[in-house]
C-alpha cells in the first residue's frame, strides 16, 4: 500500500500530487496516461525525478499502490 496525496476535482481523488516510494516523498511532475477498470483508477505518472511509475486507486477500499513503471 502506497501514501498518495491527491487533488479533488469531480471525484474524491482525481490528480496524484505526491506519493511515499519506499523512505522517499515523490512529486509528481507529469501525468503520462489515466485510465479506470472496475473498481480501480489507475495513472501513468512521472516523478520529478524522471522516473515513471504506476498509481492505483482501490476504489472499492480507498487504498493506493505504487508499482515502478520500468518499461511502460
Same mark, same amino acid.
Given at each position: 500500500m502506497a501514501r498518495v496525496a491527491a487533488s479533488s476535482g469531480y471525484?474524491?481523488? $482525481?490528480?496524484?500530487?505526491n506519493f511515499q /516510494?519506499?523512505?522517499e516523498t515523490l512529486t509528481v511532475s507529469e501525468i503520462l496516461r489515466e485510465w479506470r477498470e472496475p473498481g480501480a483508477k489507475h495513472y501513468l505518472v512521472r516523478a520529478a525525478d524522471d522516473r515513471r511509475f504506476r498509481l492505483t486507486l $482501490?476504489?472499492?477500499s480507498g487504498a /493506493?499502490?505504487?508499482l515502478e513503471a520500468l518499461s511502460e
Amino acid at each position: 500500500m502506497a501514501r498518495v496525496a491527491a487533488s479533488s476535482g469531480y471525484s474524491a481523488c $482525481d490528480h496524484p500530487k505526491n506519493f511515499q /516510494w519506499e523512505y522517499e516523498t515523490l512529486t509528481v511532475s507529469e501525468i503520462l496516461r489515466e485510465w479506470r477498470e472496475p473498481g480501480a483508477k489507475h495513472y501513468l505518472v512521472r516523478a520529478a525525478d524522471d522516473r515513471r511509475f504506476r498509481l492505483t486507486l $482501490d476504489e472499492t477500499s480507498g487504498a /493506493w499502490f505504487a508499482l515502478e513503471a520500468l518499461s511502460e
